[in-house]
């Protein structure tokens, strides 16, 4: 049984990084880097990513269950559909990367995901 608002949505091709989430990767240490690093080639390799929450505005997050925690969304770059990776991390730290996720969100234009039925 699904949780309401969760969700499995087929992706754009193509993924791209806000200037934050590159920084914050940057910073990370060896095995949060490598779990974090992980999730995105999955989720690249794949095209679809699963069990994923609305968090209203364009904002998603997808949490596996190590509590890992990857927040996103789909912009348009260019006329093309992307999946924008804007933060990632861990229990408590959930609050800060959303919030800093919703106002870097707002440098970017906003288009809709692909829902699977």
């Keep these: 049984m699904t949780a309401p608002g969760v969700f499995t949505a087929v ?7 806000d ?3 590159t920084k914050w990767e940057e910073d990370l240490d ?3 880097l490598v779990r974090v690093q992980a999730a995105r080639d999955k989720i690249e390799s794949d095209g679809i990513i699963t069990s994923a929450k609305d968090l209203g505005d364009g904002l998603y997050e997808k949490k596996w269950n190590s509590g890992l925690r990857l ?6 770059e260019g006329g093309k559909r992307t999946l924008l ?6 229990g408590r730290a959930q609050a800060r990367a959303i ?3 919703r106002k ?14």
């Design 11 to 17: 992706l754009p091709k193509g993924i791209i990084e």
């Design 19 to 21: 200037p934050a989430f």
């Design 30 to 32: 060896g095995s949060l």
């Design 71 to 76: 927040y996103f969304a789909v912009v348009d």
């Design 85 to 90: 990776l804007l933060r990632s991390g861990k």
């Design 99 to 101: 919030r800093e996720s």
């Design 104 to 117: 870097n969100l707002k440098n970017y234009k906003v288009v809709s995901l692909s829902l699977v039925k």
